[in-house]
């Protein structure tokens, strides 16, 4: 079954500082990583998203890191703050996929201390 | 626009009984897609749809129904509810590269 392996668990970051989260995939059958971003009783949304093409795409304060060939992929929050307090989780979507089947990691929780 | 609706937003089971989660979208997409959520296991696909009529199963189907017999909906039946059960559930809908979800059912089976 293929996975996607997300971590830390939880991570608590001071305001200012850099939050770094990764992910890793087990095989080569994904084309596409996006990252969700959930706050408490709401759903995931839409943070950032990568192809395999690039090895790094920025909006804003976060950027996604890609590496192929290590089959890793991480999300960095620059100069996090206390509104980036959530719930992320890394995604995968299978080669061919036109069904847009995600498959989720199992999230990490970020703290943000002001 | 609403985006995705779900209702409802609590509720509580007691084993072996059964409901239906809704679930509708003004989107008009094509696909869409029942997940659930459990602490520390991220999100779990139950089933899918590709348009309405056409329904397939995600990597945890046991226990669980689907329709779709418009674009808009897609109700999730749950027969013989069981404490396994007992889980956020998160419809979404979307068009290539990103899913737009619902705020979530909490279900609670006892």
């Known amino acids: 079954q293929q996975q996607v392996k997300q971590s830390p668990q939880s991570l608590i970051v001071q305001k200012g500082g850099i939050s770094i989260i990764n992910c890793a995939y087990e095989?080569?059958?994904?084309?596409?990583f996006p990252w969700y971003q959930q706050f408490p009783g709401k759903g995931p949304a839409l943070l950032i998203a990568?192809?395999?093409?690039?090895s790094e795409k920025k909006e804003g304060r976060f950027t996604i890191s890609f590496n192929k060939s290590a089959k890793q992929f991480s999300l960095h929050i620059m100069d996090s703050q206390p509104g980036d307090s959530a719930t992320y989780f890394c995604?995968?979507?299978?080669?061919?996929?036109?069904?847009?089947?995600?498959?989720f990691g199992t999230g990490t929780l970020l703290a943000v201390q002001p | 626009n609403a985006g995705v609706t779900q209702t409802p937003k609590f509720r509580i089971l007691k084993i072996g009984q059964s409901m239906t989660l809704q679930c509708t979208q003004d989107m008009n997409h094509n696909y869409m897609y029942w997940y659930r959520q459990d602490p520390g296991m991220g999100l779990k696909l139950i089933y899918y749809?590709?348009?309405?009529?056409?329904?397939d199963k995600g990597e945890v189907p046991n226990g669980y129904n689907v329709s779709r017999s418009t674009t808009e909906d897609f109700p999730l039946r749950l027969e013989l509810a069981a404490p396994s059960q007992t889980s956020v559930y998160f419809c979404?809908?979307?068009?290539?590269?990103?899913?737009?979800f619902g705020e979530g059912s909490r279900l609670t089976v006892l």
């Open positions: 995604a995968a979507s299978p080669r061919g996929g036109a069904t847009n089947k995600l498959i």
């Open positions: 095989n080569t059958a994904f084309d596409y």
């Open positions: 749809s590709v348009g309405a009529g056409i329904t």
């Open positions: 979404a809908s979307g068009v290539t590269g990103e899913l737009f």
């Open positions: 990568i192809r395999p093409d690039v």
